[in-house]
Structure formats: C-alpha cells, structure tokens
C-alpha cells in the first residue's frame, strides 16, 4: 500500500513510455502495475506551494496561492502575455525572467486532432507525452516566451491549441503528414519570429503509449465526489491512467489530492 500527494507522472520516452508515479517516500514504476486490480482512494489534500491542507483550488494549489504565486500567474497559459523580456513584473521578476528567458518550441502535434503547442524548448519530449500526442514536430525555436505566444496565436487561426481528452483516450487521432503541415504553417508566422524557424528536416517523433485497451466511452473518476474507486489498470496516455471499465483518472487534474493507493 502507498500514500502520498499526487503530482504529474514522470514520464520517460521509449517504446512504450515509461511512467512513474512520484510519492514523498516511493517512487511507483506504473507500467508494472498495467493488467493488476487498483485501489485509489482520497484521504486528504495537500497544497503543492504552501503545505496546507484548505481544498485545492486549480494546478494543485489552494487559492490563495493559485493567485499569489508566480508559477501560476496568466502567462503560464498565455504565453503571449509574457513580459519579463521587457523588465516588466506579474508577480516575481526573478522568477519570470528564469521561465521566460529561455528557449520556447513551438510545435504541431496529432492527438485527439492537429493541435498547436508551445513548451519549454527543456520540455521536450515531456510536454507531448503529458498531452498524450501520438507524434509532433518542432515548428520554431525562440528566445523566450513572449515570441512563441505570439507565434502560437497567429497559429490559433488555423489549428486548434486545445485537446480533445475524449477522442484523445479513445485513440482517435487522425494520420497526418507532419512535415507537410509544417511546411504549408510556415506563411502564418510572425514577421519577428521568421528568424527563429526551424528549417532543417525534422523527423516527427512517434510516441508510444502502454495501453492494452483504448476505450469506447471514457467516464472520469473525480475523487472529490467519488471517495473511493477499485479497478483494473489497461493503460495509461497523457496523464491518464485507463481502467477496464472505461473509467478513466486524470492524475494532472488532481495534483494536490492525498491518495491511498493499493494494489489487490
């Protein structure tokens, strides 16, 4: 039996990935426990800033700390809303500028449909995997974050920057030649951000997930409403663990929950 706080899996590339589930005092090697009866049950919370056991209120922190905290602040989400580039402060300077003023992919990617991206150039391919992409390419590389927000909105006119979880853990992405979408993306670019593209060819990358059995219909398992829950683990993608019943467990949404988690 193991307790601890949830935060995201750590994943490893390779065929399949390999996925860890990080406690305080275990790490859990997740693949081993495909095919094997589950038992998870909510036995607190637990701020991922602070400590504090209040409710957990977005990202794994309470809310003071969800609107405190840098780590949280708006351009987390909307890149284009960076500054520190520009000396300018959200929340911590310092802070921003470690984030912000490095380098920043943005990519296509194929998982519940063509999605665009941007993550930490640091972040690859972590960020893919975490969003359960079947495959995806680097498009441009910028020096901070500012100008791949500015690169991912122009984009947003033509692709979507959203996954459908559903299709995605059904395993409904679409075939897609990669290489040609980012060619024919090229034109859409920013003028600013031109210099930055990534013209030499670039193989996709392919990523493998460990799961014996996509689902139908998935049905979400929320431990705030549903304590408790036993079942047998068929997979994992994204930051999903599948369940033989087509019940499915997003363990990024609950990061901050205290779970128990017991194999039968």
Known sequence: MFEGVLVKMITEIGSPVQYY??????????????????????????????????????QGFCKKCFFDIPSAGDWIMKPELSKAHLDIEDRDLDYEKKIQLQPHIVYLAVSSGLKVGVTRASQVPTRWIDQGAHSAIPIVETPNRYLAGITEVALKNHYSDKTNWRLMLQNSGLEIDLKAEKNRCLEWIPTEVKPYILHHETAPTVIDFPVLNYP?????????????????????????????????????????????????
């Open 21 to 58: 589930l990080n406690f305080k005092s275990d790490v859990i090697h997740m693949n081993q426990l495909i095919g094997k009866n589950l038992f998870l049950e909510k036995i607190g919370s637990q701020c991922l800033n602070c400590g504090s056991d209040l409710p957990i209120f977005r």
């Open 216 to 264: 139908d219909k998935v049905s979400s398992l929320n431990l705030e409403k549903t304590l408790s829950y036993t079942g047998i683990l068929t997979g994992i993608k994204g930051q999903y663990l599948i369940f033989e019943d087509q019940t499915v467990f997003n363990v990024r949404s609950n990061e901050g929950q205290v779970i128990r988690l017991e194999v039968k």
